[in-house]
């Protein structure tokens, strides 16, 4: 774990009924926030947060109970946490891939509604629009560089944009920020670590 994920775990542990949450957790069971809101005489939204974040921070599972709720466990009632000191950015192999999954995520969706003239103006935009972006990131990849994340974070966004210009265009905004927003909330359960230590979803909003 890094320096900014270290402190992000340390504030989330430090609240009210941090504890008593993780104790709910530690027979390694899947739990419900209503449940351990229930358990623990807490409002359910109080346990819902603390879940997210524990996911969020890599150190929970989560699952989708059904369409609207999530569960949540931990492996082992033993909670490790190491801090690595000498860190404190992300490789950017492992950010290039989660804009790969991004990317992935978001062109099956267009797929899933059939719609091959938006599918194909997004690959013309990802393609032909910004060579910049695959010079760079495979000039770095090669020199094994971690400094152009700020760099890359600027370029997905600016790719970003272009991409919503697209789609919302073709199939209004509100359909086109569904789409995005679940090929976003895919991408960041490949890596949830990485996407929220290294802000990678910020450019990704629409």
């Known amino acids: 774990m890094d320096l900014p994920t270290f402190q992000q775990a340390a504030t989330l542990f430090s609240g009210e009924h941090s504890l008593a949450i ?19 005489g807490i409002h359910v939204s109080t346990a819902s947060r603390f879940l997210q974040r524990l996911a969020d ?70 393609v032909k629009e910004h060579q910049e972006l695959r010079t760079v990131v495979f000039q770095q990849m090669i020199e094994g560089s971690n400094g152009g994340l700020d760099h890359l974070r600027e370029l997905m966004a600016n790719l970003h944009r272009d991409l919503w210009e697209v789609c919302s265009q073709s199939l209004g905004t509100p359909t086109a920020r569904k789409i995005f927003e679940a090929a976003l909330q895919e991408a960041i359960a490949v890596r949830p670590d990485l996407a929220i230590r290294c802000g990678l979803a910020r450019p990704l909003e629409a």
């Open 22 to 40: 993780l104790r709910e957790l530690r027979d390694g069971e899947w739990h419900l926030s209503s449940g351990v809101a229930r358990a623990l």
């Open 57 to 126: 921070l890599g150190l929970a599972e989560r699952r989708r109970h059904d369409a609207r709720t999530f569960e949540y466990r931990v492996r082992s009632s033993l909670l490790r946490i190491e801090v690595d000191l000498a860190d404190d950015s992300a490789p950017l192999r492992e950010a290039v891939d989660f804009y790969v999954a991004y990317f992935q995520a978001l062109f099956q969706e267009i797929r899933r509604l059939g719609l091959p003239r938006v599918e194909g103006d997004l690959e013309k935009t990802l």
